[in-house]
């Protein structure tokens, strides 16, 4: 089987460095975008088999990612990380379809544990 590809979707450049090159030691192939509509472009390019995807960034937010994620790509595994998000934001995004709902800062061994548990759903 072919490595794992996820999708980094965070507005942190200093957190999208860090996290890619952990999950890239794991054993991850990693593609980076900085905004949410870098994401959506990264995912015309080429299949994408996990997103873990930002709440709040400036410009479209993860929820809108999310919604055009799930209408043209339903099958990439979405596990959604936040440092801000409310109960109501975390409700809606699992109404969505999210197969997490992380919070920041992320303990590594939790994100690679649900992109593991994601990937089994591939």
């Given at each position: 089987?072919?490595?794992?590809?996820?999708?980094?979707v965070d507005d942190e450049t200093e957190l999208l460095q860090a996290l890619s090159?952990?999950?890239?030691?794991?054993?991850?192939?990693?593609?980076?975008?900085?905004?949410?509509?870098?994401?959506?472009?990264?995912?015309?390019?080429?299949?994408?088999?996990?997103?873990?995807?930002?709440?709040?960034?400036?410009?479209?937010?993860?929820?809108?990612?999310?919604?055009?994620?799930?209408?043209?790509?339903?099958?990439?595994?979405?596990?959604?990380?936040?440092?801000?998000?409310?109960?109501?934001?975390?409700?809606?995004?699992?109404?969505?379809?999210?197969?997490?709902?992380?919070?920041?800062?992320?303990?590594?061994?939790?994100?690679?544990?649900?992109?593991?548990?994601?990937?089994?759903?591939?």
């Open positions: 089987m072919s490595r794992v590809k996820v999708l980094l090159e952990r999950l890239q030691l794991r054993g991850f192939e990693v593609l980076v975008a900085a905004s949410g509509e870098r994401a959506l472009g990264a995912l015309e390019v080429g299949p994408v088999d996990l997103m873990v995807l930002d709440l709040k960034m400036p410009g479209m937010d993860g929820m809108e990612v999310l919604r055009r994620t799930r209408r043209s790509h339903p099958e990439v595994q979405v596990i959604m990380l936040t440092g801000h998000g409310s109960e109501k934001d975390r409700d809606e995004a699992l109404r969505l379809g999210v197969f997490d709902y992380l919070q920041k800062p992320v303990d590594i061994v939790e994100l690679v544990d649900a992109l593991q548990r994601a990937s089994a759903r591939l």
